[in-house]
């Protein structure tokens, strides 16, 4: 049962790099999330996907951009990376439906912008 | 502007003793709190709560929620080393597609 998978799990990028973290689920859920977490800050909102074909921002959406490639997969890219964007990034899956468990998290990416 | 507030930040306690964990939040529109447990990973989920008064319980841990005061309380009774991690509280809201707003965690180290 592998629940929610991230790759790559650690990274160094040069600032001005580009990336994509990839995430993909088992659990034929609907939603996915992206969040960063960082020292203080706790779990910020970067980007989900309610369902299939659909996407909007969240609380810290700019310098990042996701698709939605189907219902399993659900990718986060870095265009052109900051050192501002140095943090660990999670990837989440729920089941809007079914509300009882909240969200899966895959087991983190952690990014370092030199 | 939402706001989801834990305290204490960090709390340092010897095996054996009880801990409560504070969850504070300001969300319109309140749907439900969830709490998590962090060790070195990913988040590992707790309990969900979304109706007052009423205790969630799992072995040694317990949570209770109140809607009127709008907080949590997570209790850790005889405390484990393997109790050591950052709990997380959470907070959505209707009509947000689910989206849960994260507290910045307690701290919390059992030593032996």
């Known amino acids: 049962n592998a629940g929610v998978t991230q790759t790559p799990k650690f990274q160094v990028l040069k600032t001005g790099q580009s990336m994509t973290l990839q995430c993909a689920q088992d659990m034929n859920h609907n939603s996915m999330y992206w969040y960063r977490q960082d020292p203080g800050m706790g779990l910020r909102l970067i980007y989900y996907s309610a369902s299939e074909g659909t996407t909007d921002k969240g609380e810290v959406p700019n310098g990042y951009n996701v698709s939605r490639l189907n219902k399993r997969e659900f990718s986060l890219r870095l265009e052109s990376a900051a050192p501002s964007q140095t943090s660990v990034y999670f990837c989440?899956?729920?089941?809007?439906?079914?509300?009882?468990?909240?969200?899966?998290f895959g087991s983190g990416t952690r990014l370092t912008v030199v | 502007e939402d706001k989801v507030v834990q305290s204490p930040l960090s709390l340092v306690v010897h095996e054996g003793d009880t801990v409560t964990l504070n969850c504070s939040y300001e969300?319109?529109?309140?749907?439900?709190l969830l709490w998590y447990k962090q060790e070195k990973k990913a988040p590992t989920f707790l309990f969900m709560l979304?109706?007052?008064?009423i205790e969630k319980k799992s072995g040694r841990l317990s949570s209770i929620l109140d809607k009127k005061e709008l907080f949590s309380i997570l209790n850790i009774t005889a405390t484990q080393t393997g109790d050591s991690a950052i709990y997380l509280c959470a907070v959505s809201r209707l009509g947000t597609g689910n989206q849960f707003y994260f507290g910045t965690g307690t701290s919390l180290t059992v030593i032996p």
């Open positions: 969300v319109t529109n309140f749907r439900s």
């Open positions: 979304t109706s007052s008064g």
């Open positions: 989440a899956s729920s089941e809007v439906r079914y509300l009882l468990y909240g969200y899966t």
